[in-house]
Each structure stands twice: as C-alpha cells, then as structure tokens.
C-alpha cells in the first residue's frame, strides 16, 4: 500500500527536521533543504523522490523558472511554515514551522530559489499589487474584469494577460460600454478592442526595480454614433516602472501617449503614478494594499488643459491561494471639476496560471 509509504515518508522527514533543529545549526540553506526538503521534492528540485515513493501529489518542479518566479517569497516562507493549506495547497506539503527556526526556514527557502538560475526572468517580488488606472511593469498571466460606472456612462472591460517567455506579455481587452445619450436613454454595445504587447527591459532583486516598455493598439469597433467608441485606429506606446521602496512601499509608474491615426483627433500624453503599501494580514500574511494614484493626461494641443485626477483604493487578496484579488477605489478629478465628475472603479483578477477560479479559496 503507498499510503504506509507516504506516513513513513513523512515521519523520517519530521524526525530528521526536528533533531536538526534542536542542534542550534549553522547549517547551510542547502543542508537544510536536502535533510528536511529532498525526500519529497529531490535534491534538485524536481519532485523526483516523491514521483519515486508514489506520492499522490507531485510537488511542482521547484526547476521551472516559469513557476518559481510567478509569487514572491513571502509565500514560499508562509507555505514552507505553516504547510500547503496557507495557500490552499495540499497537507502532504507539511508545516515546519515547529521543526525548523526562523533562520533555517529562510535558508530552505532561499536555496529553492536557487533552482531557477535563469536570470531572466524578474522574480516574483517585483510583482507589485495591480492598481486600477497605472499599467504595471511585470509581465502576467491574468484574466481581469475592471468596471468604470461615472454620471451618465458605464464601462465593462475584459482582458486577458498572457506571458510568452520570461519577459514578454500580450494582452486583449474587450470593452461593453453604456451611455446616456439623453437623461434616461441608455444605449450600449461593444467598445473599442484593444491588443496590447508588453516586454521587461530591465530588471532588478537586488535594487527592487523593474521597467518595461509597451504599445497598445486600439481598434475602433466601438459605435461613435452610440457614444462608445473613439472612432479611430490608435496606438499607445508607454513605458512603465515598478519600484519597491523601504517599510513595504512600493511606487509604480506609467508614461506615455495616444496617437490616433485619424488626424482629426488629437494626440495625447499621459503619465501615472501608484503609491501603495502592502501588508500581509493575519497569519497566512493575506495580502492587503491600500494605494493612491495621480493621474496626468494633456491633448497635445495649444492651450488645451492639463487633467489631474486622484484615485484612491484598496487592493485585497480574496482567495487563500491569493490568486482571486479585488481593488475598489474612485477617480476624483482634482481640476476642472466643473466639467468632469467623480468614476467609481473596480476589477476582479484572476491569475488563472495559479490555478482554476473556484480552486484554492
Ligand atoms: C512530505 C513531503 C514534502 C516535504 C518533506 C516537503 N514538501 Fe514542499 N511540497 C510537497 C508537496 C506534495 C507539494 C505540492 C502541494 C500541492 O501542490 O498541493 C509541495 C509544495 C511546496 C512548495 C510550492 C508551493 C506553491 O506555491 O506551489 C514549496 C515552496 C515547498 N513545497 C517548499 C518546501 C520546503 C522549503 C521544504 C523543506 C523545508 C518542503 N517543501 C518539504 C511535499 C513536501
């Protein structure tokens, strides 16, 4: 029967864990790792000894740069210390917490790390919260819904993020918008496409940095005459910037502009900024992200007005696996209120690559 194995298996790992960690060790995160990690998740990393002992759940393949660099480390160190549930993962990924000291865990932790070697991919630390207007730098899997609702027009966006490669990411957002031509008449339909390619140009762990430069070309499907739409084929070159910055701050960046290929319109610059803070909540360190953004964007044309809007918000981790989030703010114009009103905004992300929607809560 496997599963005497699997008992077995797991009581030698405890036995050796916990003697190790009464010797008050000077152990190298590679001692610990191969004494208390490998039995399951093999010296290399692969999961091999557990796929030769059997175990009902295969341990992912720590090797998979693609996988080990998706989640920051707080993660790997909150799994590793209080085992698979913290994430909604299998028991059969014990907790150390008891057997390992604080110290040693980090050292595992940070000797699984070692396995991707592969420097170009930006590891998971510089995956910054997502705020609700500012595009991020890191390069996605996600599916997200945003919802923008104002005086007289709301607005539901689907896209989907998808990486290729280490650095690179493509996305395609479908709009359905609705507006109020007249108080009371509504009209709706599907908006303006829009296909996005976005690649990291430089990337830092040690500096907390990470910048990418990106286009966005935007379609125009959308109705005009429903008021739904730009009426011209645009693009939208921008760069954007993450920056982790002392006591869990972190600033995200965007600048860039619009230019419509119809010349009747004109061209536009936009620039961005997110202020955030994460906080690791209770003791699985749920993540919790209160953030505010400015928002700059002029028509290149003379004389026309500077906008400045604020957005205020929350960025919260629903799902235990934390790959469900929410963010709720609003867009509070800060000049020309006269003519602009206050937009209440939402999404609902799903990093679909972490597993399947209704899974890992
Ligand atoms: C008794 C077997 C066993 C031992 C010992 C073990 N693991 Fe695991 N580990 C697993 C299994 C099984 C999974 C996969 C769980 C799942 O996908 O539901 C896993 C998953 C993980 C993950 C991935 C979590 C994620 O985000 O997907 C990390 C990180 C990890 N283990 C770290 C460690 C470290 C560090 C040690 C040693 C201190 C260790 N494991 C010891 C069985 C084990």
């Known amino acids: 029967m496997t599963s005497r194995r699997h008992v077995v298996l797991t009581m030698a790992v405890f036995l050796t864990a916990s003697l190790a960690a009464e010797a008050q060790t000077t152990r190298s995160g590679r001692e610990i790792y191969e004494s208390t990690c490998a039995a ?16 009902p759940i295969i341990p992912p393949d720590l090797t998979d740069c693609a996988f080990a660099t998706r ?14 549930p913290a994430r909604a993962f299998s028991r059969l990924m014990p907790a150390f917490g008891e057997a390992l000291s604080n110290e040693e865990l980090r050292l595992a932790v940070s000797h699984i790390q070692t396995f991707c070697a592969d420097p170009a991919w930006p590891r998971g630390e510089l995956n910054f919260p997502r705020p609700l207007v500012t595009a991020k730098a890191f390069p996605e899997n996600e599916a997200l819904t945003t919802v923008a609702a104002g005086s007289g027009a709301f607005t539901q966006k689907f896209s989907w993020e998808q990486r290729l490669g280490p650095r690179n990411m493509f996305e395609i957002t479908a709009p359905v918008a609705f507006s109020e031509r007249t108080p009371g008449d509504w009209t709706g339909g599907v908006g303006d496409l829009a296909f996005a390619f976005k690649r990291a140009l430089a990337h ?28 011209t084929t645009a693009l939208e070159p921008f760069l954007a910037y993450g920056q982790r910055l002392p006591a869990n701050i972190f600033l995200q960046a965007q600048f860039g502009g619009a230019i419509p290929f119809n010349r009747d319109h004109a061209d536009e610059a936009f620039w961005r900024a997110a202020f955030g803070y994460q906080h690791a909540a209770g003791r699985y360190r749920r993540t919790i992200a209160p953030m505010i953004e400015v928002v700059g964007a002029r028509e290149l044309v003379t004389g026309s007005p500077t906008h400045w ?53």
């Open 40 to 55: 399951c998740h093999g010296t290399d990393g692969r999961g091999g000894s557990a796929i030769a002992a059997d175990y």
């Open 71 to 84: 989640e920051p480390t707080s993660d790997w160190e909150v799994v590793t210390r209080h085992g698979g």
């Open 204 to 231: 830092s762990s040690r500096r907390g940095s990470i910048f990418s430069a990106a286009a966005e070309l935007i379609v125009p499907t959308g109705s005009t005459e429903r008021g739904i739409g730009s009426g």
């Open 309 to 361: 809007d604020a957005v205020p918000q929350i960025h919260l981790a629903l799902s235990t696996r934390q790959h469900v989030r929410i963010n709720v703010g609003a867009r509070v114009p800060v000049n020309d209120r006269a003519e602009r009103s206050t937009q209440y905004l939402s999404y609902l992300l799903w990093e679909w690559v972490s597993g399947g929607f209704f899974t890992g809560w």
